[in-house]
């Protein structure tokens, strides 16, 4: 599972997920789903349920997101230098 710091950047997140092909979840700090929000909306990130069971002002302090085949189909595309849609 990767583990991803509140200071890494979206496109930070797609190298690590691209690093490590055989991977597909990542902690992602709670409460900043605004900055991948488009990787949700586009159907690469799911929220799997699962946060770390420690909340600070009711936000947890990370959850678990899988990369869908959507994702890694993205990742792949993304570093063969393909059209992306």
Known sequence: MLQISDCVIVLEALREFAGKPQVNLARLPGGLEILWMYLIEDGLLKDTGVDSG????????????????????????????????
Do not use: H
């Open 54 to 85: 420690i909340s600070v002002g009711g936000v947890p302090v990370y959850k678990v997101w899988r990369l869908t085949q959507k994702g890694r189909d993205f990742i792949t595309k993304w570093l063969a230098n393909e059209e992306l849609e």
